[in-house]
């Protein structure tokens, strides 16, 4: 049966939400779910991936960052200044489309980082936003954003004028559009089970029509009724919310130029590509050993990623009791997420280290291991294009988008 409202999907006290917490909600993937699965093939291929990199002709790679543009400044002219959530993308120019989740707008640069016009306001009308995320491109070379609070996805021109949108069925959220019109995203769907409520989250591929064609994906979340009541209750709800978004494992998909559906769910090493179909076409895997949560850790995650949440002023007071409730696994994900490069290779993210670089795994483009380094470069929003590299860095408490020089090193084994 359908269900409206619960516990968790409610609006929390003082304004918290699920979504503006920030936290991927994804539970148990093996629950059974009564959906259509992606078509099956006998032509899937495996490449299966040893622990350490294999390396072509005795040559490790590892990529080299070198900043050479930063947008943003902590004061000064609000062009440049971000909020919390900032998102960006490239187009094929070079010319950066950056989206301020805090002021519901997309702000345009040109290669240089000269600010040149802003896309989009808050509001409810046509071209307006009331919950915006990652800026795309379509086929055509159109910009367009999916808009979550008001369920659609709004197109715009490179001179930033609104074209058309697209109404969204309540239940479909991060959508991304392929060259036939047809969109990989995530349906949920809130159900009344006798032990309480529960979400279930597919992940697949959807017509024109938002009709599932084909399934990646099912998980679950099913959270427990906070105890308590008052302040109490306050606690054990917020410290419960952030125990699910621990180190858990966070669906992440990307839709190459190709239309071919790269897709992740990193509770295993693992990372399915999908034909433009949604058939099953290969499957990357790599042998690894699970990696602890460590009290380093813990105390990062609770200095970046809860700190954001408990510096609002009720729960400021409570921060100490909610930080010792919260619970986190034994074993990281076995990543965190992954980028498609330009000359066809696949570099996974694993995990942010200890001095604030990204730990990387290296594919070819035939999905072969061929490196594993560390980088001075952010992990946020990491994507490759127009031959570099472009990512967001927190910087004292302020965003900045940056842009890299890219290379390829080779260097002989010791």
Known sequence: MR????????????????????????????????????????????????????????????????????????????????????????????????????????????????????????????????????????????????????????????????????????????????SRGFFVGRRTIEEESPSGSKLMYVFGLFDGKFKITAEFQRTVFNPEEPSGSGEERMVNLVAGLLSYGAFKPEVHYLVGPDDLIWFGYPETYEIRVYAPDGRLDRVIRRDYDPRPVTEKDKERFCKEDAELLLNRPRLRALKNKIYGRIQFPKYKAAYASFALMENGGLAVIIEKADNGDTVFDLFDKDGRYIAHFQAPVPPEGLFFNNGKAYAIKTEDGYKFVKRYRLEIEQTPPP
């Open 3 to 178: 269900k409206k409202h619960g516990i968790w999907a409610m609006v929390l006290p003082w304004g918290l939400t699920i979504a503006w917490l920030g936290i991927s909600l994804v539970g148990s993937a093996n629950e059974a779910w009564p959906g259509r699965q992606a078509p099956k093939t006998a032509a899937i291929k495996i490449i299966a991936n040893p622990k350490a990199p294999r390396p072509p002709a005795g040559k490790p790679y590892s990529l080299v960052f070198t900043e050479d543009l930063s947008i943003g400044v902590r004061e000064g002219d609000e062009n440049y200044m971000f909020g919390n959530q900032v998102f960006v993308n490239t187009d094929k120019d070079g010319n950066f489309y950056i989206t301020d989740w805090d002021r519901r707008t997309i702000r345009k640069y040109d290669p240089q980082g000269k600010h040149l016009l802003n896309i989009g306001r808050p509001g409810q009308g046509p071209g307006e936003f009331q919950n915006i995320w990652r800026p795309e491109f379509d086929h055509e070379g159109n910009l367009y954003v999916s808009d979550y609070a008001a369920h659609k996805i709004i197109y715009f021109d490179s001179a930033g004028r609104f074209l058309r949108q697209i109404l969204l069925p309540s239940d479909i959220e991060h959508a991304l559009l392929n």
